[in-house]
């Protein structure tokens, strides 16, 4: 076990400089420690001025993704002794545009999301006397795995696709959108399906696969998207039925 | 015009699934086996006698014409994003599906006209 | 947010690194997947080969002979041989990752994707089988 381990992080003052670079930082090597409490390190005690999100470490909000020697992860749950020897390079979140050192842009995602419609659609809504809507636990389980996420940007940061077009809807909306379209209580699947089935939508993927790998919550949005991209294509031979469309 | 991706896309699927299906048999057999010897190749007249039944034809026609568009669909998305041709989108897309349209007229047309 | 703020997509102070055109060598599994995709091309160039082999086979035994004697030759050998390659890693990718998309459920439970797959690869088997037995007996 070496005593310290060499950190070579993403910094970029956009007040000072037109590019990012490099800088190294060596930091102690606790066999317990991930690149999150390394960061805080540096933060705490070599050099104030580093700039990055984090907030529970522990894996539940989404706050800290990073590229850790090139690949999408929490820094919060990257153990520095995984990446040893060492230098590691931490760098900010690949495909997104950066802000300042390890800070990315939000922006974009956040309209992707919100794109999808993420929220339950009723044609009518049920009066409040009615009472709830209930939901079986074999209900529950068709979308529940897609309700898991924590909107961490890991698989934007995965997909080549987004980064060749930034314009490319991308895996956690799509995830979403099946997330409720799947769901019991929701009625607007069809509505969804159109907004995934434009120039920028599901039709984009060529099912990489990186997005599935680097969650870290195991939502698998890749299963997400080729379930919709089937239904899609179901849904678009209805026009032969004599009965027309639902 | 409703956007006709979904049934370019399923036209790759089931493309996919033929070639993954029946492609290896056949490549194994007569790109390999036969010419080279290893089992004995059938002979001209059995084979003559096999491709002339309607059944024949019309599995010849299905495995020559469908993963030919799943080549043009995912030879298509493969240039858009591995040599970032996009800028090329709608020439890439009538090219290849352009290019498989020919393929398959012609294997229809040898498969309607054999004596 | 105020309801007068709204959210400016650009700021020309945010860096963005371009893609590079060798984005694919970056890591391992995208270096699968570019070869996944070129699977493609020996597909497309097996669906031809058949067509012209269809294309002999009507034109008569010499243009079959013909086209058998290419087939011999180096170079078809070397194409065949790593479109066999290929075309065998096109159909393992398929049925591994067939049960993505097709998700069946019965009685309520999701069928695992390993069943689905293996589904496949015996449909594989028995197909290939019944080819080679049709083709072997002439």
């Not at chain 1, 956009?14 to 606790?30: D, G, H, K, N």
């Not at chain 1, 409720?180 to 009625?187: A, G, K, T, V």
């Not at chain 2, 298509?76 to 040599?83: G, I």
Request: aromatic share 14%.
């Amino acid at each position: 076990m070496p005593p310290s381990v060499t950190l070579a992080v993403t910094r970029y003052r956009p007040e000072q400089e037109s590019e990012p670079s490099l800088q190294t930082y060596e930091v102690p090597f606790r066999k317990d420690w991930v690149v999150l409490d390394a960061l805080n390190y540096i933060k705490d005690n070599l050099d104030g001025s580093l700039s990055f999100r984090w907030s529970c470490r522990m894996g539940v909000c989404g706050s800290c993704g990073m590229m850790v020697n090139g690949s999408p992860k929490l820094t919060c749950a990257a153990f520095l002794s995984d990446d040893l020897p060492g230098p590691i390079r931490v760098e900010p979140l690949q495909y997104f545009p950066i802000i300042r050192d390890l800070v990315v842009d939000m922006g974009d995602f956040m309209h992707k999301l919100k794109k999808v419609k993420p929220w339950i659609i009723r044609k009518e809504e049920k009066p409040l006397a009615e009472g709830e809507y209930l939901q079986t636990p074999d209900q529950l389980e068709m979308y529940k795995q897609f309700s898991m996420c924590i909107n961490c940007m890991l698989c934007y940061a995965a997909c080549p696709i987004y980064g060749l077009e930034p314009g490319f809807i991308g895996p956690a909306a799509i995830a979403l959108a099946q997330r409720y379209n799947l769901d019991s209580r929701d009625e607007a699947a069809r509505e969804r399906l159109e907004i995934l089935s434009e120039h920028d939508g599901m039709w984009q993927c060529t099912f990489v696969g990186e997005c599935t790998k680097v969650c870290p919550k195991s939502v698998d949005p890749a299963g997400a998207i080729q379930q919709l991209k089937l239904v899609g294509a179901v849904d678009w031979f209805k026009f032969l039925l004599p009965w027309g469309t639902k | 015009m409703r956007p006709i991706t979904p049934f370019l896309w399923t036209l790759f699927g089931a493309g996919g699934t033929i070639a993954a299906l029946l492609f290896p048999v056949h490549l194994v057999l007569s790109g390999l086996a036969f010419p080279l010897g290893a089992l004995e190749a059938p002979s001209y007249d059995f084979l003559y006698g096999l491709v002339r039944h309607p059944v024949t034809r019309l599995y010849l026609l299905v495995v020559i014409t469908l993963p030919l568009f799943h080549w043009a669909h995912r030879f298509r998305y493969t240039l858009y994003d591995v040599l970032q041709l996009k800028h090329l989108y709608r020439l890439i897309a009538v090219l290849c599906y352009s290019a498989a349209l020919l393929g398959s007229a012609v294997a229809a047309y040898t498969v309607w006209h054999i004596p | 947010m105020s309801p007068g703020t709204q959210y400016t997509p650009y700021h020309p102070k945010w860096y963005r690194h371009r893609v590079s055109v060798w984005w694919w060598l970056q890591n391992r599994s995208y270096v699968y997947f570019v070869l996944r995709e070129l699977t493609s091309v020996f597909v497309g160039l097996w669906a031809l080969l058949l067509l012209w082999q269809l294309r002999a086979l009507v034109q008569g035994p010499e243009a079959y002979a013909h086209f058998l004697a290419q087939m011999r030759r180096p170079f078809f050998v070397a194409l065949n041989g790593v479109g066999l390659l290929f075309i065998l890693f096109h159909t393992i990718t398929w049925f591994n990752l067939a049960p993505k998309a097709m998700v069946v459920r019965v009685g309520g439970k999701r069928v695992p994707d390993w069943t689905i797959a293996g589904l496949n690869y015996i449909a594989w088997v028995l197909l290939s089988v019944a080819v080679a037995a049709v083709l072997l007996r002439g």
